[in-house]
């Protein structure tokens, strides 16, 4: 623990690294509180997965390792995915969840190849390029981990404005209709949303885990209240301190990384609430039934 405050006094990077994770992790439970009830959490697992050949692809255009640059086109190619999945559902027999496999598969796979390809026909400048699929917070400097706790802080902005309307549209779209919500616009707004937290936390936390991100804090949240503005508030409360968690236990042991110590952070909070929560957990349920 001496090492921690020493590293967090002396080195500014790791105090940047410390409020990146904190701001993403409340962003990314509360949207993910919308998403789980709204059942699209596998839709945010494509996302996440389609963002890679986005990130190989700006790199190849550019041929220039920025991070706004990469964002953008990990933002593309999960808006075509999530287009992709909606296509294929309308257009034919294929479920949902199949629907999901296959954009899934096909884009990490094209994105893998693209990552293939660049590491043997450019050389330094792809240079931790792969940190992209695990993520590595290590490797932030003080304008990406700005961008991300700048774009993470205005996606929690327009989440509480837009807090009712999501309320209502995923509840009940009809009364939302009757009473002159546009449900089409708030839907498209939250996998727009969900599109943001995939971009902006895949250098931190990975392309395979940020949809942990969003959707474990938000599953424990939902074992002690009924209430959607409790959820939402304690889901970013519960992702806020796995990013606090898991940054702090990377810095004190080198060799572990950042994102995959979040994940297993929210994890650890999940099977407590799974356990010991107020409405759902197993706990309080088996005393009821004794």
């Given at each position: 623990?001496?090492?921690?405050?020493?590293?967090?006094?002396?080195?500014?990077?790791?105090?940047?690294?410390?409020?990146?994770?904190?701001?993403?992790?409340?962003?990314?439970?509360?949207?993910?509180?919308?998403?789980?009830?709204?059942?699209?959490?596998?839709?945010?697992?494509?996302?996440?997965?389609?963002?890679?050949?986005?990130?190989?692809?700006?790199?190849?255009?550019?041929?220039?390792?920025?991070?706004?640059?990469?964002?953008?086109?990990?933002?593309?190619?999960?808006?075509?995915?999530?287009?992709?999945?909606?296509?294929?559902?309308?257009?034919s027999k294929i479920k949902s969840d199949a629907a999901i496999g296959i954009v899934i598969s096909v884009f990490f796979?094209?994105?893998?190849?693209?990552?293939?390809?660049?590491?043997?026909?450019?050389?330094?400048?792809?240079?931790?390029?792969?940190?992209?699929?695990?993520?590595?917070?290590?490797?932030?400097?003080?304008?990406?981990?700005?961008?991300?706790?700048?774009?993470?802080?205005?996606?929690?902005?327009?989440?509480?404005?837009?807090?009712?309307?999501?309320?209502?549209?995923?509840?009940?779209?009809?009364?939302?209709?009757?009473?002159?919500?546009?449900?089409?616009?708030?839907?498209?707004?939250?996998?727009?949303?969900?599109?943001?937290?995939?971009?902006?936390?895949?250098?931190?936390?990975?392309?395979v885990l940020i949809a942990a991100l969003l959707i474990t804090p938000a599953l424990a949240a939902r074992y002690w209240?009924?209430?959607?503005?409790?959820?939402?508030?304690?889901?970013?409360?519960?992702?806020?301190?796995?990013?606090?968690?898991?940054?702090?236990?990377?810095?004190?042991?080198?060799?572990?990384?950042?994102?995959?110590?979040i994940v297993l952070s929210a994890s650890v909070i999940f099977f407590i609430s799974l356990l010991i929560g107020q409405?759902?957990?197993?706990?309080?349920?088996?005393?009821?039934?004794?």
């Amino acid at each position: 623990m001496l090492d921690f405050y020493q590293s967090f006094l002396s080195s500014a990077n790791v105090r940047w690294v410390l409020i990146g994770s904190l701001i993403l992790g409340f962003a990314s439970g509360m949207i993910g509180s919308f998403v789980l009830l709204k059942k699209q959490s596998l839709i945010s697992d494509a996302m996440s997965h389609a963002a890679l050949p986005g990130v190989c692809i700006g790199f190849m255009i550019f041929q220039e390792k920025s991070l706004p640059i990469l964002l953008v086109g990990a933002a593309v190619t999960s808006l075509i995915a999530t287009h992709a999945i909606q296509v294929i559902v309308n257009h034919s027999k294929i479920k949902s969840d199949a629907a999901i496999g296959i954009v899934i598969s096909v884009f990490f796979g094209f994105g893998i190849v693209l990552l293939t390809y660049i590491q043997q026909n450019f050389t330094s400048d792809q240079a931790g390029l792969d940190a992209f699929i695990f993520g590595q917070a290590a490797s932030l400097v003080r304008s990406d981990v700005q961008l991300v706790a700048i774009s993470s802080l205005i996606l929690v902005i327009i989440t509480t404005i837009c807090f009712k309307a999501f309320k209502i549209s995923i509840f009940d779209p009809s009364f939302a209709k009757n009473i002159g919500i546009h449900v089409r616009f708030f839907n498209g707004l939250l996998l727009a949303l969900v599109v943001g937290i995939v971009v902006i936390g895949i250098q931190m936390v990975g392309v395979v885990l940020i949809a942990a991100l969003l959707i474990t804090p938000a599953l424990a949240a939902r074992y002690w209240t009924d209430n959607l503005t409790v959820m939402a508030w304690l889901a970013g409360v519960f992702g806020s301190i796995s990013g606090l968690i898991g940054a702090i236990t990377s810095t004190l042991f080198s060799n572990l990384p950042t994102g995959p110590m979040i994940v297993l952070s929210a994890s650890v909070i999940f099977f407590i609430s799974l356990l010991i929560g107020q409405r759902k957990g197993l706990f309080l349920r088996a005393v009821k039934v004794r």
